[in-house]
């Protein structure tokens, strides 16, 4: 074969290849991170892959595998920095944190656990044991 | 601290189950691990590198297993290691060499649903193995997942493709039936519960998982040609090449470790 050939060859196999975007879970609960990509010829071989360069080493409980072409991108300035000044919709100024430390004080009252007992850390109702 | 068989005839049929077993595995693994930097696909590389890397650690494990039951002072990399060629009790199959994509998946697919069936035999007599059996299979299922969805990709993917993949398993068809090489302790083990059937038994589930996968692609079966008691032996030149890649670590200094 000639390097022309091979060259054909090559691109002829890599047409049959789609990106796939790889998004990662470090343990349960955690936001989904993308993590890399993967090329594959098809859905099925994709997560087969997405496993072997995301999952192999016990590095992930979980995986979302998602073909490029698939996933809707918004990068329009006009939507996402329109030009005319919109401070206001910002509620700068007014900080939560301070003002219901503020009402505590008044009411007497204790700032709450970060967590419900009833509750578990993905905030999903707790079994009842009895 | 494991409960080895007690009755010599069982321990000797045990030893001759797990020195196949971790034979099959450690020189499918070896051989698939050749593809390693030259797999068809970046992501294929990582892939059959992987699997590879598991089969070699099916192969330690039940090697392990092995040493103790044989108690003779080898440990699993003497038993790995320090052999000659004619000593390996691994299938005939696996004396074939790596050769192209199609010739690995076909020769994978033939030998990984073997495995399948012959794990599915392992009963609960000898705890040590039906705990590993436990764990082999859980990593087994993704090694069927990805051959399966080889052999219909190569089967579907063209005439090439498929002229490669039929050429293949005709090639290793007749070979394929050595895995259930029928063991000479087998009634012992049996008996013993370390196996709930024979291997003759086994080969029967294997074709028709077999016939499953291979038919509605309208691809031959391996031809029925019944036990071959000699499958695990006279090993091919293709493997005794393999023999000197994978102990010339070993050879080239005595005793070498990490």
């Known amino acids: 074969m000639t390097e022309g050939d091979v060259m054909t060859t090559v691109a002829a196999a890599r047409a049959g290849l789609e990106p796939y975007e790889v998004f990662r879970q470090e343990k349960d609960g955690d936001p989904m991170r993308h993590g890399g990509n993967v090329l594959a010829p098809d859905p099925e071989l994709a997560v087969h892959y997405a496993r072997e360069l995301f999952g192999r080493r016990n590095e992930s409980t979980r995986l979302w595998v998602v073909r490029r072409a698939d996933i809707q991108v918004l990068e329009d300035p006009d939507l996402l920095d329109p030009p005319l000044d919109r401070s206001f919709k910002k509620p700068g100024g007014y900080v939560m944190r301070d003002k219901l430390a503020a009402a505590r004080a008044r009411a007497g009252t204790e700032k709450p656990a970060a967590r419900a007992e009833s509750h578990d850390r993905t905030g999903g109702r707790r079994a009842e044991t009895k | ?155 579907r993917g063209g005439p090439e493709p498929r002229r490669r993949l039929e050429a293949a398993l005709r090639a290793q068809g007749l070979d394929a039936p050595t895995v259930f090489t029928p063991l000479s302790g087998e009634a012992a083990l049996i008996e013993a519960g370390i196996l709930t059937r024979g291997l003759t038994e086994a080969e029967g589930a294997w074709r028709a998982d077999l016939t499953t996968i291979l038919v509605p692609l309208g691809l031959e079966l391996p031809p029925h040609i019944g036990p071959t008691p000699d499958g695990r032996q006279g090993h091919s030149e293709s493997f005794r090449w393999l023999w000197g890649e994978f102990t010339s670590v070993r050879r080239s200094e005595g005793g070498v470790t990490w």
């Open chain 2, 1 to 155: 601290m494991t409960a080895v068989a007690e009755d010599r005839a069982v321990q000797t049929a045990l030893a001759e189950l797990l020195l196949t077993m971790a034979d099959d595995e450690f020189v499918s693994g070896f051989t698939d691990s050749e593809w390693t930097g030259i797999a068809p696909l970046l992501e294929e590389d990582v892939a059959i590198s992987s699997i590879a890397q598991d089969e070699l650690g099916h192969a330690r494990a039940l090697y392990q297993l092995l040493a103790e039951v044989l108690a003779d002072g080898r440990d699993e990399d003497a038993l790995a290691y320090d052999r000659e060629p004619e000593e390996y009790r691994h299938a005939r199959l696996l004396d074939h060499a790596r050769g192209d994509w199609a010739d690995t998946i076909a020769r994978r697919f033939l030998y990984e649903l073997a495995d399948e069936a012959r794990l599915a035999s392992i009963g609960a007599g000898f705890k040590p193995l039906a705990d590993l059996v436990q764990k082999l299979r859980r990593e087994e299922r993704y090694h069927r997942m990805h051959v399966v969805a080889w052999i219909e990709r190569l089967a």
